[in-house]
């Protein structure tokens, strides 16, 4: 039996769009959304690229809250696997290996996610980071080569609008949900997806299939086929 590690080193060998046509055919919930964390931004290093490597590791997950509510109950809630314990601050949390996937309230306009919280993500080992909401301190962000994926920026600090609320719960990215361990691949060019854990296995058995009856598609058209005839001969 392959290791998770194995597994996604073959998933390197694929795309976004690759793991998101495989989602498509797999999922029976949001299955239109297959994995794909809309809208979301590179916003370090800046920019897409094809020159990048694709990042793909377990999530982390962190989710706020407004400023003035309280964090909420969940039934299996303790400091030690939810909370923040007093005297540690939230990114201490971070786990190594992983891609730290961070839900904003919808509608605020601070940062969840700036220089210093950065920093300490990449003395901590974090592969990179993907917040559903804003970030700030670009330069930083850049500096410490982290790739991060947001929906927007800001020039303001968490706590004029956030504060921390639970962490390794399911979070909602783009409308998609995250849970903790859930494998994201971020991909400089296409975007990022969410691949569910327990969908792993039986993604890397169908893309090979798809991929190879696109490539076979492609080749019918490069050379005069139609769409509709070669779709007709090599999809079904």
Sequence with gaps: MSSLAQKLAQLQSYSACDVSDALLKLQTLQPARAGYLADLTPHSPLGRSTTLPKIIAPATTFKFIPRHEEPPVLATSSPDTHGFPAGTHWVDFAQPETVVVLEQPEGQTCAVLGGIMAARMKYL???????????????????????????????????????????????????????????????????????????????????????????????????????????????K
């Design 125 to 235: 080992g974090v592969r990179a980071v993907v917040v559903d909401g804003r970030v700030r301190d670009l330069a930083e962000l850049h500096a410490t080569e982290i790739p991060v994926w947001a929906f927007g920026t800001s020039t303001v600090g968490t706590s004029a609008e956030a504060k921390p609320g639970v962490r390794n719960v399911s979070v909602s990215i783009r409308g998609v949900t995250v849970s903790p361990g859930d494998i994201i691949f971020c991909d400089p060019l296409e975007g990022v997806v969410a691949i569910p854990q327990d969908l792993l296995d039986p993604v890397l058995e169908l893309m090979p299939k798809l991929v190879a009856m696109d490539d076979r598609v492609k080749e019918a058209v490069v050379n005069g086929m139609s769409v509709y005839e070669a779709f007709q001969k090599f999809r």
